[in-house]
């Protein structure tokens, strides 16, 4: 009888220390029984090396055949496996320092024939995740290598333990058998962990593999993601392949990988993954060429990756994987995640991805339209990124928007600033604020950077002051800035009609959490900065003539909560929407036209509301879009008012009327600010973006253009 590795646990910090042992352990399994053992740490040997010896390394254990493990190594030394406990603000996520010809050059090394079955293995770019992160189980498309995540392992790997299924090129195994290998791990994993969550991340095949396991598994917490999922093979334009691709000479079949790479995938969106966005259109295009020169030569790999039978084994494998899982959608409790590509040429996954979202209970749907069908290769998607602005990132059974926040990356940050990179040249916003002697300067000097800190203001009309401000905050101090936000933004009800991934989404990846008392309260305790807006959607969605007016409640909702954690509280004011846009149609207007009234009406009585135990204009928070048409630009300023501590005060707030006068101070220093740069931004030479831009091009960044003396 041959024993073979059927499934085995492992952290990516494997054999770092010896001390680190609950986390290893290996499952060896009898192919002709269901007799399996669990082996120790210490009583495991790599090819004749045992696992914890003098020198320690990290590596990622691979099944290399008849029983024999394999393990990628690189040295550390001991006393550097600390598992950390949370992420700084603008980490580095590797994104961008692999890319497809990565894939290509290691899928040389994984399809050597060993004669092995199907395995897990942990890529060794994962490192050492967070504490109690949880697990992430990667199920491959077509190609079966297990590699579909190499642009993503970095980023991943600090946030979950990440397995990779790796199917050998040669082998055979029927489809259930690999959805009870799979199912084995989960099950294995979900019993000692019972209390988090275990992630399915199935690409194409893999998405029938990961829903088949989850109709199987509905007591089990699963969280599914699915990319451009296979589940529509029966509507593929693949379908027509099969009879010409059997009768296709052997000697024709290197040309099939060519072909199909074009099919699955977008070349360009390949090969712009590592190329900065910020780069001159000419140094672009430069690295650009080159890259598709180094790329269209490794295309070739693709014939020994699915050679002539493996190929015709896989489509034949789809066909049956997809009638198994579509025969099964409606057993699935698990929730969904799909990402479907607008250019895939392999499959219906738009049209596919809607009908999931119609047949599951729990399914929610990011379009990406310019991307094919291997989108996770592409460049313009971060998984890890939409992971974290549809709120699917969490260590336990119920999400914890404060203990499960994941700070926004450098890679993140940066692509940001790139997408808004046009409204910050719009807008050139001037930030000032207020030093403890009441002197005003120029950026965030007067801002203090040790929380906990308060920021309340004015809310322009959209919000449209958001990003300027934390995206500065970031900049310049290196803080995020939590902002609490209305709840109905967290229900998926208010994304964009096409479901892309939208600036909704992006707010979540940068710190935004609902408006609640044990936010609050949890983003004090951590000492956090935090952004406020007492107007909320009321003062957001204003109406005509109302600019610039506050539309605060009679209560002080948040002056003794901040006292109670001794918090810095920051008024500051923000002008410039009226020099950015003209509001056409507002919610009066809008009212009174008979369909749209009933649209409005019905819509914000599905929604959560607010504030319904309050009367007066601060009660109406009904969600609707203005119609505005746009000016030409003018600028953004914001003044921050000089910090007001209540360290020390806890036992005076206590009062109501102390607090209430604290309250109405905070207000009327917001007024004030506004007042003010309504007044000196006549003052300022450049406020019209004709002038900024002339400067710019000869003298300074957009963050740098002078204004008015403060």
Same mark, same amino acid.
């Given at each position: 009888?041959?024993?073979?590795?059927?499934?085995?646990?492992?952290?990516?910090?494997?054999?770092?220390?010896?001390?680190?042992?609950?986390?290893?352990?290996?499952?060896?399994?009898?192919?002709?029984?269901?007799?399996?053992?669990?082996?120790?740490?210490?009583?495991?040997?790599?090819?004749?090396?045992?696992?914890?010896?003098?020198?320690?390394?990290?590596?990622?254990?691979?099944?290399?055949?008849?029983?024999?493990?394999?393990?990628?190594?690189?040295?550390?030394?001991?006393?550097?496996?600390?598992?950390?406990?949370?992420?700084?603000?603008?980490?580095?996520?590797?994104?961008?320092?692999?890319?497809?010809?990565?894939?290509?050059?290691?899928?040389?090394?994984?399809?050597?024939?060993?004669?092995?079955?199907?395995?897990?293995?942990?890529?060794?770019?994962?490192?050492?995740?967070?504490?109690?992160?949880?697990?992430?189980?990667?199920?491959?498309?077509?190609?079966?290598?297990?590699?579909?995540?190499?642009?993503?392992?970095?980023?991943?790997?600090?946030?979950?333990?990440?397995?990779?299924?790796?199917?050998?090129?040669?082998?055979?195994?029927?489809?259930?058998?690999?959805?009870?290998?799979?199912?084995?791990?989960?099950?294995?994993?979900?019993?000692?962990?019972?209390?988090?969550?275990?992630?399915?991340?199935?690409?194409?095949?893999?998405?029938?593999?990961?829903?088949?396991?989850?109709?199987?598994?509905?007591?089990?917490?699963?969280?599914?993601?699915?990319?451009?999922?296979?589940?529509?093979?029966?509507?593929?334009?693949?379908?027509?392949?099969?009879?010409?691709?059997?009768?296709?000479?052997?000697?024709?079949?290197?040309?099939?990988?060519?072909?199909?790479?074009?099919?699955?995938?977008?070349?360009?969106?390949?090969?712009?993954?590592?190329?900065?966005?910020?780069?001159?259109?000419?140094?672009?295009?430069?690295?650009?060429?080159?890259?598709?020169?180094?790329?269209?030569?490794?295309?070739?790999?693709?014939?020994?990756?699915?050679?002539?039978?493996? #190929?015709?084994?896989?489509?034949?494998?789809?066909?049956?994987?997809?009638?198994?899982?579509?025969?099964?959608?409606?057993?699935?409790?698990?929730?969904?995640?799909?990402?479907?590509?607008?250019?895939?040429?392999?499959?219906?996954?738009?049209?596919?991805?809607?009908?999931?979202?119609?047949?599951?209970?729990?399914?929610?749907?990011?379009?990406?339209?310019?991307?094919?069908?291997?989108?996770?290769?592409?460049?313009?998607?971060?998984?890890?990124?939409?992971?974290?602005?549809?709120?699917?990132?969490?260590?336990?059974?119920?999400?914890?928007?404060?203990?499960?926040?994941?700070?926004?990356?450098?890679?993140?940050?940066?692509?940001?600033?790139?997408?808004?990179?046009?409204?910050?040249?719009?807008?050139?916003?001037?930030?000032?604020?207020?030093?403890?002697?009441?002197?005003?300067?120029?950026?965030?000097?007067?801002?203090?950077?040790?929380?906990?800190?308060?920021?309340?203001?004015?809310?322009?009309?959209?919000?449209?002051?958001?990003?300027?401000?934390?995206?500065?905050?970031?900049?310049?101090?290196?803080?995020?800035?939590?902002?609490?936000?209305?709840?109905?933004?967290?229900?998926?009800?208010?994304?964009?009609?096409?479901?892309?991934?939208?600036?909704?989404?992006?707010?979540?990846?940068?710190?935004?959490?609902?408006?609640?008392?044990?936010?609050?309260?949890?983003?004090?305790?951590?000492?956090?900065?935090?952004?406020?807006?007492?107007?909320?959607?009321?003062?957001?969605?204003?109406?005509?003539?109302?600019?610039?007016?506050?539309?605060?409640?009679?209560?002080?909702?948040?002056?003794?909560?901040?006292?109670?954690?001794?918090?810095?509280?920051?008024?500051?004011?923000?002008?410039?929407?009226?020099?950015?846009?003209?509001?056409? #149609?507002?919610?009066?207007?809008?009212?009174?036209?008979?369909?749209?009234?009933?649209?409005?009406?019905?819509?914000?009585?599905?929604?959560?509301?607010?504030?319904?135990?309050?009367?007066?204009?601060?009660?109406?928070?009904?969600?609707?879009?203005?119609?505005?048409?746009?000016?030409?630009?003018?600028?953004?300023?914001?003044?921050?008012?000089?910090?007001?501590?209540?360290?020390?005060?806890?036992?005076?707030?206590?009062?109501?009327?102390?607090?209430?006068?604290?309250?109405?101070?905070?207000?009327?220093?917001?007024?004030?600010?506004?007042?003010?740069?309504?007044?000196?931004?006549?003052?300022?030479?450049?406020?019209?973006?004709?002038?900024?831009?002339?400067?710019?091009?000869?003298?300074?960044?957009?963050?740098?253009?002078?204004?008015?003396?403060?």
């Amino acid at each position: 009888m041959v024993s073979i590795l059927k499934t085995f646990r492992v952290s990516p910090c494997f054999a770092l220390n010896s001390e680190y042992k609950p986390r290893f352990r290996v499952r060896v399994q009898s192919l002709g029984n269901e007799d399996s053992v669990v082996l120790s740490a210490n009583s495991v040997r790599v090819n004749g090396v045992s696992s914890v010896g003098e020198k320690e390394r990290i590596g990622s254990l691979n099944d290399v055949g008849n029983g024999g493990l394999g393990l990628s190594v690189g040295e550390k030394k001991k006393g550097d496996d600390a598992v950390p406990e949370k992420l700084e603000v603008l980490w580095d996520d590797g994104y961008g320092t692999q890319t497809v010809k990565d894939y290509l050059d290691s899928a040389k090394e994984m399809i050597r024939p060993d004669g092995g079955p199907p395995r897990w293995f942990c890529p060794v770019e994962c490192g050492c995740p967070l504490k109690d992160s949880p697990l992430l189980l990667f199920l491959p498309g077509m190609d079966g290598l297990g590699l579909g995540l190499i642009l993503h392992h970095k980023a991943l790997g600090k946030v979950f333990e990440v397995w990779c299924m790796h199917i050998p090129v040669y082998d055979r195994t029927p489809f259930e058998e690999l959805v009870t290998f799979v199912e084995m791990t989960v099950r294995l994993e979900h019993a000692s962990s019972p209390n988090k969550p275990i992630y399915l991340v199935g690409d194409s095949f893999g998405g029938c593999l990961a829903l088949a396991v989850a109709a199987r598994n509905p007591l089990i917490d699963l969280v599914v993601i699915l990319t451009n999922p296979a589940t529509s093979f029966g509507r593929s334009q693949l379908q027509p392949l099969l009879p010409p691709l059997e009768a296709l000479p052997d000697g024709l079949h290197i040309t099939i990988p060519y072909l199909l790479s074009f099919v699955m995938g977008d070349p360009m969106k390949m090969a712009m993954v590592d190329i900065k966005h910020t780069l001159p259109p000419t140094a672009i295009l430069d690295q650009l060429s080159r890259n598709l020169t180094a790329l269209l030569p490794r295309l070739s790999g693709l014939a020994d990756i699915i050679p002539k039978d493996t #190929l015709l084994w896989k489509l034949k494998l789809l066909k049956s994987a997809a009638a198994y899982a579509n025969s099964r959608l409606h057993a699935i409790t698990a929730e969904v995640l799909v990402l479907a590509s607008g250019k895939d040429n392999m499959l219906p996954s738009v049209d596919e991805a809607q009908r999931l979202s119609n047949s599951l209970r729990n399914c929610i749907v990011r379009f990406f339209k310019d991307n094919g069908h291997t989108i996770l290769l592409e460049d313009g998607v971060n998984l890890l990124t939409v992971i974290k602005g549809t709120c699917k990132y969490r260590r336990s059974r119920r999400r914890d928007f404060i203990k499960d926040f994941l700070p926004p990356s450098i890679s993140e940050f940066k692509q940001a600033q790139a997408n808004n990179r046009w409204f910050h040249f719009g807008t050139s916003s001037v930030m000032l604020s207020t030093l403890e002697d009441g002197k005003i300067v120029r950026g965030l000097a007067g801002v203090p950077k040790d929380g906990p800190v308060l920021l309340v203001g004015y809310h322009m009309l959209l919000g449209i002051e958001l990003a300027p401000l934390v995206e500065e905050f970031l900049r310049e101090k290196n803080v995020l800035v939590h902002g609490v936000a209305h709840p109905e933004l967290f229900t998926g009800k208010t994304g964009t009609q096409s479901n892309e991934f939208s600036i909704i989404d992006l707010i979540k990846v940068f710190g935004a959490v609902p408006v609640t008392g044990s936010n609050l309260f949890k983003l004090f305790s951590t000492k956090s900065h935090i952004l406020l807006y007492p107007g909320g959607a009321r003062e957001a969605l204003h109406r005509k003539g109302e600019k610039y007016k506050l539309f605060w409640p009679d209560q002080p909702e948040f002056v003794r909560m901040a006292a109670r954690f001794g918090a810095t509280i920051v008024p500051f004011g923000v002008i410039g929407e009226d020099d950015i846009l003209e509001l056409v #149609l507002d919610y009066d207007d809008l009212m009174r036209i008979p369909g749209v009234h009933d649209y409005i009406r019905n819509s914000n009585q599905e929604g959560i509301r607010l504030r319904t135990e309050m009367s007066g204009e601060v009660a109406n928070q009904d969600f609707y879009l203005p119609g505005l048409l746009p000016k030409i630009p003018g600028r953004f300023y914001y003044l921050f008012g000089k910090p007001i501590q209540t360290k020390g005060r806890e036992n005076m707030l206590k009062d109501r009327q102390n607090a209430n006068e604290l309250y109405l101070q905070i207000k009327s220093e917001v007024e004030r600010n506004m007042a003010y740069l309504v007044e000196k931004r006549e003052e300022d030479p450049y406020r019209g973006i004709i002038e900024r831009t002339v400067y710019r091009a000869t003298s300074a960044p957009m963050h740098q253009v002078p204004t008015f003396e403060p």
